[in-house]
């Protein structure tokens, strides 16, 4: 038995297999292929790309794939949510949904889109957003470089956007938010009620949430004088409480634990004044809760 796993292809691949390899599976893409092997005998790896997994899971074609909730909510995918992987195309975080038009537009707010048309790859969300409002508006599906659109063919888009630099570069701004998306692993049904599978989903779920805890997490490891303990474990923000072990030299002890990387620089001072010795920052691979 093997379990067919549905990866986004083009601007979330290769973040998708990196991630993948963090978590201990290597994939291997071939030139023009759509079908990677990967170093797991009892699974399965196509490419497809990320608006049309949430299909092949509900239909069963996919046992298991990683999709954004927004291409779920868009196909209204009847598929088993197993865990959120927040990760995008530049590494850790969220996309949204925006209503955008150009700078010199007179539209200011969702209200004025009324008898406009608006260009998107996402139209049934869009409508839906539109009809929470009242407002009746022309959608045209976009199939693709939606942001060069506005003005002269449409009146507004609804674009994806991580950073807003796109947007700003095409001389767009933001008019209303319609949903925030991250990506998510999803089951079949049928798929997660096999023991057998489920269980193997269940597994890689462990292991890529342990992946993308560890992205930008360190570990800190140190030596302390007994006597100075409690004024370095002040000054160190754990993920968990700290490990402490005794050392061969009576009176010191070593000191292990978690930190956010972001603050290293900053709490590394600190922790030598406070008095520990030996400190070693080392990368992480996986951090399970």
């Known amino acids: 038995m093997k379990l067919k796993v549905g990866l986004p292809s083009g601007s979330l691949q290769q973040t998708s297999l990196d991630m993948f390899k963090r978590a ?28 049309e997994i949430s299909i ?14 927004d291409w779920i909510e868009e196909n209204a995918s009847k598929v088993v949510e197993v865990a959120e992987l927040r990760y995008a195309k530049r590494g850790p975080g969220q996309v949204k949904w925006v209503v955008a038009v150009p700078n010199d537009s007179k539209i200011k707010s969702v209200k004025q889109l009324v008898g406009k048309r608006i260009a998107t790859e996402v139209v049934k969300l869009t409508e839906r ?33 991580e950073t807003g630099s796109s947007l700003r570069a095409n001389n767009l701004r933001v008019v209303a938010t319609i949903m925030e998306s991250t990506n998510r692993l999803i089951a079949n049904r049928d798929a997660w009620k096999n023991r057998w599978k489920r269980n193997k989903i269940e597994n890689l779920s462990v292991l890529l949430q342990g992946a993308l805890n560890a992205l930008t997490r360190v570990g800190l490891k140190m030596n302390v004088p007994e006597a100075k303990l409690k004024a370095v474990l002040k000054a160190l923000p754990a993920l968990r409480n700290p490990t402490i072990s005794h050392l061969a030299q009576e009176g010191w002890v070593a000191v292990e634990t ?31 809760y």
């Open 258 to 288: 978690i930190v956010e990387e972001h603050i290293v620089r900053r709490i590394i001072p600190a922790l030598m004044k406070a008095g520990a010795e030996g400190i070693v920052e080392y990368p992480l691979s996986k951090v399970i």
């Open 24 to 51: 201990g599976y290597n994939i291997s893409v071939g030139d023009r292929s759509y079908f990677p092997s990967v170093d797991d005998e009892e699974m399965e790896v196509v490419l497809f790309r990320a608006q």
């Open 129 to 161: 957003f539109l009809r929470q409002h009242g407002v009746k508006a022309e959608v045209e599906f976009s199939w693709g470089a939606t942001e060069v659109k506005a003005p002269d063919c449409v009146d507004a888009i609804v674009d994806v956007t």
């Open 56 to 69: 092949f899971v509900e239909q069963g074609v996919l046992d298991a794939g990683i999709t954004g909730k």
